[in-house]
């Protein structure tokens, strides 16, 4: 993952540094340093990075254009409402 597909997952994502940070358990200023190119964080620290964000939904493009968008997530399924229930659907 470069740090303009970060850039762009989080923005996609409306996620800040911080809120990045805080689900990998780094500091902001190290996800600020990275995306901002002026750092060479070991692999596995990026990892992580990629990991919250593709967790949340992000896809990762490689190849001849690298990029990212965001997964289209099915709505979660809420179930039967109890004014529907019958005996048919009670199995």
Request: no cysteine; aromatic share 4%.
């Amino acid at each position: 993952m470069s740090a303009a597909q970060s850039r762009a997952a989080r923005g996609l994502l409306g996620w800040s540094e911080a809120d990045l940070a805080a689900r990998v358990g780094l500091d902001e200023g190290f996800v600020r340093t990275f995306e901002a190119g002026r750092s060479d964080p070991a692999s596995g620290q990026i990892e992580a990075l990629r990991s919250a964000l593709m967790a949340a939904g992000a896809v990762f493009t490689d190849g001849d254009s690298p990029g990212v968008r965001l997964e289209r997530r099915a709505e979660p399924d809420e179930g039967t409402r109890p004014d529907d229930l019958t005996t048919e659907n009670d199995r």
